[in-house]
């Protein structure tokens, strides 16, 4: 049975939490269960949202335009990510913007579109996210239209009766007319003016002077009403040691305010305090602010984000890593596959190293690969050394060819900020290979990607030799590849397109090589060391990655 037969026949059964999906494979094989969905874990601390089961629609709560995902499991299946188009059955996916727990995504007013995918990368469903439809105000106003004209025929009748029976004192009046300021404080919500009150110590002479009285008293409580109506205090000129941020820091430099968020803060809706506005830094934005002498000057408000685990003090599963399949042995038609990890932690330092991966029968070595050690922004698939040696194996003897182990790697993790520079203080320790195709070389890269594999701006370098502990900085290129990264034949996402520099970023990819071609897993049978891509023990060693936001 075709796959695209078994998705248009995908039924959705039973109560929300009761839900059972099973997808059988193209070849008649057993099913592959799925976790059942139960979409308001989906969100996080949104309830009041509004969830279709049957036809995979979420609504969120009125003025709501963002969401944090709590757990991305409980869509019914093992990953989710954006799509980039509305097609409900085959949707075209956005394979650099995966959807995982704890990411925050902004909704436009076209919503948003998740893919939910089992372990094999099938369809399993396609998710609409959409913002609440803003009711009419016009009842509203109605309403409130209606309540000021009853209060006005209410205050037009009783200054009437009070021209009909004029004030017998002038204690009478005074009463009077505090039970009328009363009405009107209701009303208007303002204080009586000063005015109106000295009238009333005063008896009223003619009917024709309380009702000029009663009419100046009623434009003077407009006035009153409309005057201290709040001002937005980003309006007002707050200085520079007031600001904060909350979950954040805030400092100045120069003409930068710059505001540290933590990973995953949804950065379209920063809320800067004093201020009572909630604004969309993903981009610098031009603002005023004092010093304490009381100087207004503009400042350009800066928000950056640093990725976790930049210290290098313990592994973080923002990063993704071979060594765990190069530290695990496999056996297939009797060959065995094995190496020894290549990522380590210690004192604060990772170091990553190039390692052979050999095959052997029972006691035999029989052939020899080389791998490059990679720590990479992403996801990787492998899970044993067989994968490095041979990636994709299905059955057979393994192959002495080639393996192209980047296939099973997933690059990018969810990103929305413009940084200007990374800051990278590291070591590298050079032994050469004999290859001149592809010398022996680390290599350090972010690119910046945003929609549709479209490339925001790009970093990179290299050393060619031994390099002591020491800082480097480099600068982000936007709209430009200066190192030649998307065509030198480096392990990076495939379908990537240089972008003009000027679109939304989405995504940040970051990679720390020991070896810059060893992602190509080369070599064989003795005598083929001439193959290897990498040089054996060749090591890059880690103390400290920083995204930097200020400056050019």
Known sequence: ?????????????????????????????????????????????????????????????????????????????????????????????????????????????????????DGDKRVVAVWHVSRAKKKSSSSTKKSSSSAKAASSSSESEESSSSKKEPASSAAESSSSQEESSSSEETVSSSEEPAESSSSVEEPSSSSVEQSSSSEESSSSVEESSSSETPASSANVAVKLSELSVAKGTVSVKDSF???????????????????????????????????????VATYSVVAGVQLPGSNFSARDDFWATTSDAMATKKTAAAITVSSSANLEFDGGTATITTREVEGSLVIIDGSWKMAGGFYFSGEYAG???????????????????????????TFGKPFTARPTAFTVKYSYIHKA????????????????????????????????????????????????DPFGLLDGGYAVAEGLTLGKGDEDVTSIHVMFASSAYAHVVSGGTAGNSGKYRGGENSALVLDEFKLEYLGE
């Open 1 to 117: 049975m075709k796959f695209d037969l078994l998705k248009k026949k995908l039924v959705v059964a039973g109560a929300l939490c009761a839900f059972a999906f099973c997808l059988c494979s193209c070849d008649g094989g057993p099913s592959v269960p799925v976790i059942p969905p139960n979409a308001y874990d989906f969100l996080e601390d949104m309830d009041d949202a509004e969830i279709d089961v049957e036809s995979h629609s979420i609504v969120l709560p009125e003025g709501v335009d963002s969401f944090t995902v709590d757990n991305v499991a409980a869509l019914g299946g093992s990953s989710c990510y954006l799509a980039l188009d509305d097609d409900p059955v085959d949707p075209e996916i956005d394979w650099d913007s995966e959807v995982s727990t704890g990411t925050t995504l902004g909704v436009d007013e076209d919503g948003l579109n998740l893919v939910i995918l």
């Open 257 to 295: 305010v710059y505001v540290e968020l933590p990973y995953g803060t949804n950065l379209t809706r920063v809320e800067l305090l004093p201020l009572d506005t909630v604004n969309d830094l993903r981009r610098p934005v031009e603002m005023e602010f004092a010093d304490d002498e009381g100087n």
């Open 383 to 409: 899970t044993t050394a067989l994968d490095i040696y041979q990636q994709g194996y299905t059955s057979g003897t393994p192959s002495t060819g080639d393996s192209y182990i980047a296939r099973d790697m």
């Open 433 to 480: 290979n004999t290859s001149t195709n592809y010398p022996q070389k680390s290599l350090v890269y972010v690119m910046l990607v945003g929609k549709n594999g479209k490339v925001v701006a790009t970093g990179a370098f290299s050393d060619s030799e031994s390099v002591e502990m020491n800082t480097r900085t480099v600068k982000l290129s936007y709209g430009k």
